[in-house]
């Protein structure tokens, strides 16, 4: 479809655009949900809420480097710590600062929520106004499946082709977005065992506070912690996480058609909105994101959802992995059609879920040839091939994929593992002196 190995294409071949939308979870000092308004305006583009009201979501604009949108991440999520760390509130009714309120609140670094003391503990986010339907919406989802769902958090990478790379290449725009994201269907779960970091969660993310009550007291002293190891190095990518209710199946054939197919997910009642689809790749139009305006207006980006926060680099993203993942994109553009069945598809779905565990050599990939392997043996492949493809390119192409390739060859450089060994034990309490030590570095 699209090879930056042809000549003409190479000058052209990482141009592109980036957007990172990032959520995390405002806590108090004591390391749980904070319950406080959202301490930003309500028209503020860049700061905004998403399912919790202490579930802020950065939105960075659109950066034609990784660099570039992992430097305004960073600038952003600064901001919101040195906010949440002085006197400030907003107004329940317009969203306007108004009355201080006393204690600092933290940014918890991590994928998996804090300690959790029930559903209560997780607060809907409330819009008045023109907004309040963003309400309704949210009390819905909290009842479809649960608030505890809700409080995941992770990082969205939004990727648009350079103009020129596309022009020059002859390629119909929404055909090529098309190919990539059925190619990122298939080989995406790659980008989930490379960027897992969520190994370790509280109990009281699967344990209610009535059912650890009936724990004997020998029980209790046997783990203190309340830690808990799933067997996942992503919760929210695997079985636990969040997934919709059914497996979609889509039509990546035409625009059009993909368009339909989530249409008829609404039209069955599966979900009420395209919004509800809870699908690792979508394909987005420039602007408000509906369907409307993809079919009108065509396909301006595709978006990953499937990245892990990183605590390591302050619950953030390494700039490493989104220039992976854009090297990822290429090498899906130049790659025979998948022409994805709804087998295909199924199985894809399994894989994503699959990846996102912790032994990757135990968890098996299926592929589309009938066969299956390790997630560790096909990822390594996988990586071997990128390597292949990109060998005529700037060493600096070889130095990320041997960043990722290292991952997989030695556990322990893995984000889940060393998340493991740094914060297992005392999860919570590890994890909020890291959250009050991002604050400290924020004001400096």
């Known amino acids: 479809m699209l090879d930056v190995r042809d000549p003409r294409l190479r000058t052209f071949a990482f141009e592109g655009n980036f957007g990172l939308e990032r959520e995390a979870l405002r806590v108090t000092e004591e ?34 480097t990784p660099e570039e949108s992992v430097a305004e991440l960073e600038t952003l999520n600064a901001e919101i710590l040195r906010t949440l760390g002085r ?26 929520p804090p300690p959790l003391r029930g559903e209560a503990d997780v607060i809907p986010a409330k819009f008045v106004g023109t907004q309040v339907g963003k309400s309704s919406y949210r009390d819905y989802l909290a009842e479809k499946y649960g608030r505890y769902l809700m409080t995941f958090c992770g990082i969205h990478v939004n990727f648009s082709f350079g103009d020129r790379l596309i022009s020059v290449s002859g390629v119909n725009r929404n055909d090529l977005y098309l190919h990539v994201a059925a190619g990122s269907v298939l080989w995406g779960w790659i980008v989930v065992a490379l960027t897992a970091a969520s190994s370790i969660a509280d109990s009281s993310l699967f344990i209610t506070e009535e059912t650890r009550f009936r724990v004997s007291s020998n029980a209790q002293k046997s783990n203190p912690s309340n830690d808990i190891f799933s067997g996942f190095a992503s919760v929210r990518c695997g079985d636990l996480g969040y ?78 992995d989104i220039k992976f993942i854009q090297l990822f994109f290429l090498w ?44 560790r043996k096909t990822g390594l492949r996988l990586l071997s091939s990128m390597n292949r493809f990109f060998e005529n390119f700037p060493a600096e192409v070889t130095d990320i994929i041997t960043f990722e390739y290292e991952k997989l060859e030695h556990p322990e450089r893995c984000y889940a593992t060393q998340v493991r060994e740094c914060f297992g034990g005392t999860f919570a309490e590890k994890g909020l002196a890291l959250a009050k030590r991002l604050a400290e570095d924020a004001d400096v």
């Open 31 to 64: 390391g749980f949900m904070a319950h406080t308004p959202h301490p930003f305006p309500a028209d503020h583009q860049r700061i905004v809420r998403d399912f919790c009201e202490n579930q802020t979501e950065i939105n960075t604009r659109v950066w034609p």
């Open 87 to 112: 006197p400030t509130s907003v107004s329940e009714t317009d969203g306007t600062a108004t009355a201080p309120h006393i204690s600092p609140e933290y940014l918890w670094p991590f994928s998996n």
């Open 243 to 320: 997934w919709n209710h059914f497996t979609p199946v889509n039509d990546f054939s035409n625009v059009e058609a993909y368009a339909e197919t989530i249409r008829g997910y609404v039209r069955r009642g599966l979900i009420v909105a395209p919004s509800e689809l809870y699908y690792p790749v979508r394909l987005k139009p420039r602007g408000a994101n509906r369907l409307e305006t993809l079919v009108a207006e065509g396909i301006d980006h595709i978006e990953l959802r499937c990245v892990d926060l990183n605590p390591f680099v302050g619950g953030l993203v390494d700039v490493r």
């Open 332 to 375: 899906c553009a130049a790659r025979p059609p998948a022409r994805l069945t709804e087998r295909d598809q199924t199985q894809a779905v399994r894989n994503f879920k699959n990846a996102a565990r912790y032994d990757l050599d135990l968890a098996r990939i299926s592929l589309p040839d009938g066969t299956s392997a390790s997630v």
